[in-house]
């Protein structure tokens, strides 16, 4: 079995008005991933993914790239326990 984990990032550069969050949450979707996204009042963009460690840090690194009109410049990823309450994978703000 996998060990499960959970991380949350904070995506900074052009990633609010370029589908970011729908396209988040479509690529942790396809990893079975939960969590939460959601657009930050400094213009940056914040996420949680909970799940097995291959399929998070898959997911981190293409947070990287992000959808076509994005300019992802910089990420910050904090480790969180992770947490067994949280299901789905939704927009929350």
Do not use: C, Y
Not at 3 to 10: D, L, N
Not at 59 to 65: E, G, K, Q, S, V
Request: net charge negative; proline share 4%.
């Amino acid at each position: 079995m996998t060990r499960k984990i959970a991380r949350k990032a904070r995506v900074m550069g052009q990633v609010q008005g370029v589908a970011f969050r729908t396209w988040t949450q479509a690529e942790a979707r396809k990893r079975d991933l939960h969590g939460w996204v959601r657009n930050n009042d400094d213009g940056s963009v914040s996420a949680m993914f909970i799940g097995p460690e291959d399929a998070v840090e898959e997911m981190l690194d293409r947070l990287r790239d992000g959808p076509g009109a994005a300019a992802v410049r910089d990420i910050e990823v904090e480790k969180l326990p992770a947490s067994p309450d949280i299901s789905g994978f939704e927009i929350t703000g």
